[in-house]
């Protein structure tokens, strides 16, 4: 004790010393880039140890009074920081060396900023200038193939279709349960990312692992992705403008018949007599498809001073879907305000973001009455698509194409079908310095979601064999959030090598939800419509409905990382979780995590590595959760049931029942995972990127179990049971291949494998529950249509399926039992021995075995941008449903069928495949050019009324390279049952784009 | 000061409910506040009636089953529609799993309401006459439940309570369901209800009770296994109370049954259950049946779906002077509303529901031996009108379906006489000439035997659910019929030696294993 502090006085002694003895001098210089030789601007020069500064001016010239033997510190965003001891010289001319990782950046973490050189989770950082640009009608669509191990898909090109994204594939069953990751905007947790203009985000940090994400406790389990959108910077005021078109196309058509091909079918199978010549020749899919043209425009404006800033935008993006009339309007206005008060102490942020949309909408999905594409596909390709007098040709009264047959045109141009939202998004913090490093933070936020819901039919539609009396439907949701956040943070360094960052925190977080809700038939006038529901005379019981529900979630949370001298890391967290939503014997949940890090080149025994600028290891578990249930499961509650006449009275009374088995003890599906993870950078990080090794178990996976009839009521009870695996290894490495004047070429390749298998079944599971990747279609109903099957030890996305064995001499299609003998179903449903699960066998699996995204980034003559990235899954299989569907020449001579039907015709099968085989498994292997675009910017310096101008020409989906024989190989990965190609899906487009923005 | 301020919002906050995790409860009523009214009470024990209309569709099941696993009703594959995955074929030919959506829909849907009777049972500790009078009344329906499944599954769980039921029952015996339905009925029907107010044909009644144990003796060697005379006296004792009722008679006009504006109040319904096409929906037999085409016969709202047929030798059965012949079948040329023909734009001929439908399915092979014309199905077979198709049919009609009614029972009594004494008494022939009459039928020469009564009592009480019971008890429910005995097409699939009872549903069996046990 004694020593220590004669040694601070010796310091203080030379200190002083230095103070009386220094000298004085004027020094000026250039600061340069070192590859390029330009003079850079705006580059921080701070003699060491204080906060006397200056930075460079317009011709990277600058000036600074020091003394000498001090020394200077000049530092650039992109550059590596350069320090120069002064020796008296009056010019000091530098040139800095670009540095390609900022590894003092800060990332997001839950309730606080890191350090990017001191994570000790697996975080994916995604800065506004590396986001895809183009046709995007989904801000998440802006990072596909940016971050491995997170997976965005988008089933097809509907415009009002949301993409979904599966980090580290998903954890629980998805379809009973929300897979999706929790959304954080600014701070607010469970905010809807469709509330954020691309153009407004200034950054996505992705939470991974289960150490990251378990400060946000019960809501973590399938990741976190935070979104922060820009802020104004002190400065003059900055104006931006932007606008791009876009003109889509399909992709893709799919082979039906044509009119010509369809007669000849006739022909030459003698089946002439039978059909009906509708007397035109219609390709049904040019009918309902159109080269749709996609507007959007963004205006922002931001700045201010020291105290307050500000950032203000407003967006309207105007996409058109490639079906006609289906198309979603988006309009976004944001403001951001934050304001320094106290001597700087209390900082207060405010942000306000109002959406409005509107969606035109297309129903799909099934093989109903007003489903678009099947009705497309299905129709006779001999149909008439109008009358002699120009109406929509309805169905007549004659003919008989068959149950449902519908025309997509009546449905697409009479029928209205339309959601609109208003959405509003308040936040409000005040962040108070309380000392040095202690700051105590209380954050509210209002979310509010309204949605009104119209569809009309006039009458005449479904016409057919009489009369289509029309139907009104009119509803109207309100949606709302308010979250309450208080923390305490403390973060400081003690003796200039013990770095400690703490937070405690609470969270309080409200749902409701109301809906009221009309519906009616046998409307009166097709110009009225919903906006007159009186014009409708068939209004029934259960007819006007409405119904309203709230929880309300509470967190208890706290957070240590401490680090030594950013060579060694220790953290954990704690977070205790309570949700109105759990039942009565498990209402509170413990989250907690711990972590440890290993900055190895921070080391002295490395500092002899200048080739290595960073190798860090290191290791994290976590436990987090999913409570993504509806509220009230956990109860038994009285609904509204029968109505009944009242013997006694002669009324009708109303009789109330429960309508759901209750379980008290409902809670949360829980999450533990371990995470292994290195991070590496060469030659000044021109070379860098990371390899994370992942481990997840889900354990009490929430669903709609099975239970035992009796005793219960209800044959399915929602519950936690069984567990599942993920395991996974994802790679990245950046490099910047080229960086000279003339030209500039940065590459990243990432490439990431999930396995996922369940491991075990539980208390609930039943095989019931096991069936997945259901198909559906005319004549396709029923308990065995399922094309997958999970069971305990087997991989997620197994295909389960018969095995195919040709057509026999009477036309029947065979299959092969479990003893490999052939069976014709037929024959089997008569003698009782129908095909049945122990027939089937493991045909394929639709999990891809890998993920490849490789992005290129170039710069020419700094002018001139080219931006590209390739994307592949590779190993997946996919079951070609629509294949299957259109290939059963029954369908004949009324419904429409693909050209591969004629192959089965040609062997005798004269049916429909109605039980999932083999038969089509497709490869469903391939690589995607996502994104391509060509920039070209103008910097305007000294021009006092334009910074920059952009100009820039994109493609979306491009190019295609598969073998898969359906319209597009890639299907939306969600849950436990993917990857089955139904005929009901919104086509995917092709889009160019042209865009130009500038900046004031 | 500012910092206090801070503070002062956290206490606020946290005192305002910083762990609060109560649930507010918005649309329904928790169970714990349930009945709120006294008019909520009154009616309470009524939702135990809820399950029933579930049973008459593919919710439940129950009728589609007794109807297609019978000779009466054919689902026939027409083309690409009604295959259905092959669960109609199931039925049709006998060769049903433990996971048919049949078999798994009806254990489900009976069990549920005798879980809800069971569970308003559990909370009814008075007893006061009022209070004794609800416990017959639900007692009652949930024999009518437990009927119709040990009639169709065999050995079941005879659970009495909910609240206190075993998490994984094991089934009883058939035998000792028998006795348990019969005395629970015995003790409970004079404390019911009587439907001299007509209004209580719609609910567990004195003489749905009646009709009920009548039905149980009638089919009790079935259920225990062994011949009982006593069984088929207690049969005429119930039946004989039912007909000294003055206030239950027979129609003069049968048809008087189906139609809405006649049927709730018929002297002769004892018990039904009572459809709305709006507020109580759940009967589409016209749907399931009808042609796409009748929707113009009957200038209906919605199209019907092209389905079930009726079997050619059920049909066949009808003389056709028949006033039931008509009267149940819509069959022959078609015509719409006004009067018109409806012409097959295919074959430019006028439409026909040609009763000679010919195999239950459309497969290449079959389609080869008659050729591709002959499987055009789309117009085969008769269809069933026997429940009113009103103008303006919806989707769901407005029926009172007739569970029991007074020409069930005169053949119950007849039937009983024949197995007891070999022949009908004279009073009971008085009641069946006038089933005869009223259908413009005379008589058959031999009068009325054990050999005819199963066709008597068919064709009067075709679509009626009773056909599977009634086959069973005379033994042809399980050899070969129509479908399944015809020899000109492909393959005679044999008969499994198991069809009398369903099994017990895999989506039961494989949450509780205890099913598998022997039935204690």
Known sequence: MKKRIQIYLVLLVMGISQMAFAQSVSISGTVTDQTTGESLIGVSIVIKGTTIGTATDFDGNYKIEAQVGSTLVYSFIGYKTFEQQITGEQVVNVALESEYEQLDELIVIGYGVQRKTDKTGAVSHITADELSTGALTD?????????????????????????????????????????????????????????????????????????????????????????????????????????????????????????????????????????????????????????????????????????????????????????????????????????????????????????????????????????????????????????????????????????????????????????????????????????????????????????????????????????????????????????????????????????????????????????????????????????????????????????????????????????????????????????????????????????????????????????????????????????????????????????????????????????????????????????????????????????????????????????????????????????????????????????????????????????????????????????????????????????????????????????????????????????????????????????????????????????????????????????????????????????????????????????????????????????????????????????????????????????????????????????????????????????????????????????????? | MKIKFLYSIILIAFAAGCTNLDETIYSGIDESEYPQTDAQAAVSHLSSYDALADLFDDGGYWYLTQEITSDELVAPTRAADWYDGGKWLELQYHSWSNSADAVQNMWNKLFEGIAEANSILDKIVSTEEAALKIRAEVETIRSLYYFWLFDNYGDVPYLTTYFSAPEQPFRNKRADIFDSLTTTLEENYQLLNSIENPTYKNYASKEMALALLAKLYLNGSVYTGSANNAFYEKTIQYCNELLSLGYLSLEDDVMNLFRIATSGQSPEMIYSVPFEETSKKGFRLHMRSLGYISKRTFNMTDQPWNGLAVIPTFFAKYEENDVRRDGYFLHGPQFDYQGAPIIDEKSGKQADFNPNIKIPEMTTANMQIDGIESFNMTFDGARVKKYEIYAAAKENLTVNFPVFRLADVVFMKAEAELRLNGSVSAETMTYVNKIWSRANQTPPAEGLTLNNILDERGKELFGEGHRRNDMIRFGTFDQPFWGMGQTDMTGVPTPNDIQNVFPIPLSAISSNPNLEAAPQ
Do not use: C
């Not at chain 1, 889900?698 to 395991?727: D, F, H, I, R």
């Not at chain 1, 087997?794 to 029947?812: R, S, T």
């Not at chain 1, 994104?931 to 009324?945: E, P, S, T, V």
């Open chain 1, 139 to 1000: 801000p998440l669509q802006t990072i596909v193939g940016k971050a491995s191990g997170v997976v965005v898909t988008k089933g097809g090109g509907n415009p009002t279709d949301d993409a979904k994204i599966k980090i580290r594939g998903s954890a629980g069953i998805s379809g009973a349960t929300n897979t999706n990751p929790l959304y954080v905007i600014d701070g607010v947790p469970g905010a809807d990312p469709n509330m954020v203009a691309p153009g407004d985000i200034e950054s996505f940090n992705i939470l991974k692992d289960a150490a990251s994400t378990a400060i946000y406790g019960s809501q973590g389990a399938n990741g976190v992705i935070i979104i922060t959108t820009k802020s104004g910077k002190s400065g003059a005021s900055t104006l931006s403008v932007s606008s791009t078109t876009s003109v889509n196309q399909l992709a893709n058509k799919i082979d039906l018949l044509s009119a010509q091909q369809y007669k000849e079918y006739a022909t030459k199978y003698e089946l002439d007599n039978i059909f009906v010549d509708g007397g035109a020749e219609t390709d049904w899919q040019d009918e309902i498809y159109r080269t749709a043209i996609s507007q959007q425009y963004n205006i922002s404006l931001s700045g201010g001073n020291e105290q307050s800033t500000y950032y203000a935008s407003v967006s309207n993006q105007d996409n058109e879907g490639i079906i006609n009339n289906s198309s979603r309007n988006r309009t976004i206005g944001t403001l951001n305000v934050s304001h320094k008060a106290l001597n700087n102490k209390l900082t207060i942020k405010g942000g306000i973001n109002v959406t409005f949309e509107e969606d035109h909408l297309v129903q799909l999905g099934s093989n109903s009455r007003d489903d678009i594409i099947y009705q497309t596909y299905r129709r006779n390709p001999t149909d008439p698509t109008h009358n002699e007098d120009g109406s929509i040709a309805y169905q007549r009264l004659n003919d008989n194409r068959g149950f449902d047959y519908i025309n997509p045109l009546g449905i697409l141009n009479d029928e209205t079908r339309l959601d609109q939202r208003k959405k509003m998004l308040g936040n409000l913090s005040l962040n108070y310095e309380i000392a040095k490093g202690l700051n105590f933070k209380i954050a509210s936020s209002y979310l509010s979601s309204d949605k009104e819901y119209t569809y009309f039919r006039p009458t005449g539609i479904y016409a057919g064999q009489g009369n289509d009396s029309g139907e009104g439907q009119r509803y109207y949701e309100v949606r709302t959030q308010k979250t309450l956040e208080a923390t305490l943070n403390y973060n400081t360094t003690i003796s200039e090598v013990h770095n400690l960052d703490a937070v405690a925190g609470y969270s309080w977080q409200e749902n409701d939800f109301s809906k009221f809700g009309l519906n009616a038939r046998n409307s009166q006038s097709a110009t009225v419509g919903t906006d007159n529901m009186k014009s409708f005379l068939d209004l029934q019981y259960g007819d006007a409905s409405s119904e309203a529900n709230m929880s309300r979630l509470i967190g208890f949370f706290g957070r240590f990382a401490y680090n030594y001298d950013n060579k060694y890391y220790i953290g954990g967290s704690l977070r205790a979780d309570g949700s109105s939503k759990f039942g009565e014997n498990n209402k509170w949940g413990i989250f907690p995590t711990a972590s440890l890090g290993w900055n190895v080149q921070n080391e002295s025994f490395m500092s002899d590595a200048d080739w290595l600028s960073q190798f860090k290891i290191r290791a994290s578990y976590g436990v987090s959760g999913n409570q993504s249930f509806g509220s009230y499961f956990s109860r038994s509650v009285f609904d509204p049931g029968d109505v009944v006449t009242d013997p006694i009275s002669g009324n009708p009374v109303l009789v109330w029942s429960t309508q759901r088995n209750a379980n008290p003890n409902l809670q949360w599906e829980q999450t533990a995972e371990y995470n292994l993870g290195i991070d590496y950078g060469f030659f000044s990080s021109r070379i860098s990127g990371s390899l994370e090794l992942y481990s997840k178990n889900t354990t009490n996976m929430l669903n709609e179990y099975s239970v035992p009839v009796p005793p219960n009521k209800y044959p399915k009870t929602w519950a936690n049971s069984g567990s599942m695996t993920n395991k996974g290894v994802e790679f990245y490495v950046t490099a910047h291949v080229v960086d000279s004047k003339a030209m500039s070429w940065k590459t990243t390749l990432g490439a990431s494998r999930n396995i996922g298998k369940i491991t075990d079944l539980g208390e609930f599971w039943t095989e019931n529950d096991s069936k997945q990747g259901w198909i559906s279609g005319q004549g396709i109903v029923g308990g065995d249509n399922w094309t997958m099957f999970v069971d305990s030890g087997q991989g997620i996305g197994d295909f389960f399926l018969y095995e195919f064995a040709g057509i026999d001499d009477k036309g029947d299609a065979l299959y092969l039992n479990k003893v490999k003998e052939k069976e014709t179903e037929p024959d089997s449903v008569k003698a009782g021995k129908m095909l049945t699960i122990e027939d089937r066998y493991i045909a394929g699996n639709a999990t891809p075995d890998v993920e490849l995204s490789w992005s290129n980034n170039f710069v020419f003559f700094d002018n001139w941008t080219l931006d590209f990235s390739f994307r592949g899954l590779f190993g997946q299989q996919v079951y070609n449903h629509t294949r299957a569907y259109f290939s059963s020449p029954i369908f004949f001579p009324d419904a429409n069928i693909m050209e591969s039907a004629t192959k089965y015709m040609d062997e005798g099968f004269f049916g429909q495949f109605t039980v999932p085989s083999d038969e089509f498994i497709e490869d469903a292997s391939f690589v995607r050019l996502d994104y391509l675009a060509l920039g070209y910017n103008i910097n305007f310096k000294n021009n006092d009324y334009i910074k920059s101008l952009k100009l820039s020409l994109m493609g979306n989906n491009l190019l295609m390279f598969t073998n898969y024989s359906g319209a597009d190989p890639e299907m939306t990965i969600d849950g436990l049952g993917y990857g089955v190609d139904t005929f009901s899906l919104y086509p995917k487009s092709r889009t160019v784009s042209f865009g130009i923005s500038a900046t004031f």
